[in-house]
């Protein structure tokens, strides 16, 4: 059974940073396609960025140049770094996991469908 586990969340005033990891288990890691989502109150939920197994990424315009993803193969870890964070990156982010496609994130990498297993999500406050 794979699981996927978030955490790092936390509260920071506006321009600050944090970092949040996502570890999975439960199958040969090289074979996941890994993303980051987030839900604000209110609002549906958006996928901020994705990775591939070979550490191709693809990131939301919201984020572009300000979150990094990034991973750890040897620790089944994957990260999204971010940084100048903004009061509208308040949310709750999720890690979510596609291990249909061997490793490569679906071209539609943003859609929740395209991913089979979900951590519990990690709470991003961000106060101005």
């Known amino acids: 059974q794979v699981q996927v586990v978030e955490s790092g969340g936390g509260s920071v005033q506006a321009g600050g940073s944090l970092r949040l990891s996502c570890v999975a288990s439960?199958?040969?890691?090289?074979?996941?396609?890994m993303g980051w989502f987030r839900q604000a109150p209110g609002k549906e939920r958006e996928g901020v960025a994705a990775?591939?197994?070979?550490?191709?990424?693809s990131y939301a315009d919201s984020v572009k140049g300000r979150f990094t993803i990034s991973q750890d193969n040897a620790k089944n870890t994957v990260y999204l770094q971010m940084n100048s964070l903004k009061p509208e990156d308040t949310a709750m982010y999720y890690c979510a996991a596609d291990v249909t496609r061997g490793g490569y994130c679906s071209p539609v990498w943003a859609a929740e469908y395209e991913y089979n297993y979900w951590g519990q999500g990690t709470q991003v406050t961000v106060s101005s």
């Open positions: 439960g199958y040969t890691y090289s074979l996941y396609c």
């Open positions: 990775i591939n197994r070979d550490g191709r990424t």
